[in-house]
């Protein structure tokens, strides 16, 4: 039955394509090209403005610029360089403290998606087939759920929070990395240099630790680059929807939701972009960086053509 | 291939019914009662009692189950919380919405999208394949409101054309106003499984084109036209209906987003109202349909995946 489980074609994960990531670890003269270096200036720059956005704000998240002239989205001027938003509230600083919101959340959930993800995958690649199996079909089944309906029902069922958020895209995306890790475990276990290192008598831990992981870890890092940028456009969109970081509080996504309304009166338009665009630099700059790594690193030979 | 056909339903049926566990039970995780709700505060004990006994809550959690999982089958979604009226009324009026909006972008999107992968696959290297391959890249991860956005900005506020939000019914409404009014969604659509597709399509046929049979025809100079048509294009067939399949699939994500931000009357508004007002009813019922409708369109995908390839079929 093990046997067939390693052949039967799993559902994807929306597109997640296994094949793009890289094999070996990047040659000992891998640089950055151009677009790798604008995703790194842009990651950055966010990275930044995440930690001290609070600090640096002009104004508090839910403070007034001009409380003496209230109005909805007023245009861009001095004092709120990005105009306000639907509650006359500034749209830089609220773009500021969304920044850490937006990319904590993701950033842990994407972390604790990786530690049950790698760990149960590597484990059920290890351990006997008929756990592995009965791992891998409770897994299969969370896979061929589109995430955002699992998102739906958990937050129907227990309302939502940041700890909600972190934990409900941890696990829904630790079913593709659990998938991946499986695949890279079973394949690196029934190699050479294993079959060599348990004839030589090492131990479980032993293998795990010095055969296994050295030789899924760059595929596994590449991947998580991928899978942060899943995990964000799924943070911002349960947000957009309305279902995900609940206001007052700014985060990126939220923020789109809340100023649609600019759209439909055409008013100032700057607080439905700014947000929109900064998710949108941000995972493209990630996307940028994993691109251009996976380039460099041992990429198929179809890359190379 | 029959066997393997008939195996991967039964994987897709057991799939099915893990679905509608983890939704029911999921659901059912909800504080507060149906009968409460649907009774409101005021009601009386004994109201609530005869409530819960005729909506069979008094039953236990496993006979409430496959009394639901046959009334889906059958058809009967059972009586939203919030507006008191079956579900299945509440979703005549929209499925249309969302099966327009989701056909026409299949119609419209697939075939560019596969047209221009292709292309890129054929000059691998070239300036086109390149903005190509950037603008995929790009689109890929960018979220759908941000696309959608960019084409409000550019249709709505410098062309002025269209419109921002989509109301209204389509009945009695001209051919051009309809291309209007359904423009933005499907568009906005077409570009977010496009990234996907383009890079997904022009992999497949690239990774054909790396296989030694492909190797021998160059060798022996066949010509660059002839390799694709006649040797590559063909057995990347059924990786590519593989493509198209999860695409469409992911469509059903991307239209959740899409249409809550046109304001677009379809039934992935009705869902995201039905978390907002804990309808959980109708919360089992559209996450069935759509979790239903995911699940179909994967099988049909990995079915393609082996009747493309013979390896898979005939496992090692």
């Known amino acids: 039955m093990s046997e067939q489980t390693e052949h039967y074609v799993a559902p994807y994960d929306a597109g997640v394509s296994f094949d793009e990531l890289p094999d070996s670890a990047p040659s000992g ?6 677009t ?7 990651v950055a720059f966010w990275v930044l403005i995440a930690l001290l956005g609070p600090f640096v704000a002009p104004y508090g998240e839910n403070d007034l610029p001009f409380p003496d002239a209230y109005s909805e989205f007023q245009k861009p001027q001095p004092g709120a360089w990005l105009g306000t938003d639907d509650s006359d509230r500034d749209v830089l600083s609220r773009i500021m403290y969304g920044a850490g919101r937006t990319m904590g959340i993701s950033f842990l959930a994407t972390v604790l998606a990786y530690f049950v993800g790698v760990v149960l995958g590597i484990g059920a690649a290890v351990s006997s087939p008929k756990v592995d199996m009965v791992i891998s079909r409770i897994n299969d089944a969370l896979l061929s759920l589109p995430s955002i309906m699992l998102g739906l029902v958990v937050v129907a069922a227990v309302g939502s929070s940041i700890p909600v958020l972190i934990v409900t895209a941890g696990l829904i995306y630790s079913s593709v990395i659990f998938r991946l890790s499986r695949a890279l475990g079973m394949e690196i276990k029934v190699s050479d240099y294993v079959e060599a290192a348990q004839a030589r008598g090492e131990g479980r831990w032993w293998i795990i630790t010095k055969e296994i992981w050295p030789n899924a870890r760059m595929p596994l890092i590449t991947d998580f680059g991928l899978r942060l940028i899943y995990v964000i456009l799924f943070i911002s969109s349960l947000s957009f929807l309305g279902l995900g970081v609940q206001p007052p509080q700014a985060d990126w996504g939220s923020m789109v939701r809340e100023n649609l309304g600019a759209l439909q009166y055409g008013e100032s338009v700057f607080s439905v972009i700014a947000p929109a ?5 941000l995972t493209v700059a990630i996307n940028l960086i994993v691109d251009d790594v996976s380039a460099h690193s041992g990429g198929r030979l179809s890359n190379r053509l | 291939m029959f066997p393997l056909i008939v195996k991967r339903l039964a994987v897709g049926l057991l799939t099915v019914l893990a679905v509608s566990i983890i939704i029911f039970f999921g659901t059912k995780v ?11 505060q005021a009601a009386t004990a004994e109201n609530i009692a005869a409530m819960r006994e005729r909506l069979g809550l008094d039953q236990p959690m496993i006979v409430q189950y496959w009394t639901w999982l046959k009334n889906f089958v059958s058809g009967d979604l059972g009586v939203s919380l919030a507006a008191d009226v079956p579900i299945t009324d509440l979703i005549s009026d929209r499925y249309k919405y969302t099966l327009i909006v989701s056909g026409l972008t299949a119609l419209i999107g697939v075939p560019i999208s596969l047209m221009l992968g292709i292309l890129g696959a054929m000059f691998p290297g070239s300036i086109y394949d390149r903005v190509l391959t950037f603008i995929s890249v790009s689109l890929v991860a960018a979220p759908e409101f941000f696309t959608a956005t960019l084409l409000v900005l550019l249709f709505v506020f410098w062309l002025g054309m269209g419109n921002a939000v989509v109301v209204g019914s389509i009945e009695g409404k001209g051919f051009f106003e309809l291309i209007k009014h359904f423009a933005l969604p499907i568009t906005t659509l077409c570009f977010v499984i496009a990234s996907q597709l383009i890079r997904m399509s022009r992999a497949a046929v690239l990774n054909v084109m790396s296989s030694p049979y492909v190797e021998m025809a160059i060798l022996k100079g066949v010509p660059r036209k002839r390799i694709i048509f006649r040797h590559a294009l063909l057995n990347a067939l059924g990786p590519i209906v593989n493509v198209v399949a999860l695409n469409l699939a992911y469509l059903v994500t991307g239209v959740i987003v899409v249409e809550v931000y046109f304001g677009y009357p379809g039934l992935a508004t009705l869902i995201v109202q039905g978390v907002q007002t804990r ?11 759509f979790c239903l409708t995911y699940v179909i369109l994967m099988l049909i995908a990995d079915i393609a995946a082996f009747a493309s390839n013979p390896r898979l079929r005939h496992p090692k």
């Open chain 2, 279 to 289: 309808d959980f009813v109708l919360i089992q019922g559209l996450g069935m349909l």
């Open chain 1, 277 to 281: 665009l900064s998710i949108a630099t």
């Open chain 1, 36 to 42: 790798g270096w604008l995703g790194v200036i842009v």
């Open chain 1, 29 to 34: 003269k891998f640089k950055f090209s151009f």
């Open chain 2, 30 to 40: 909800l504080p507060g009662d149906a009968a409460q709700i649907r009774l409101g």
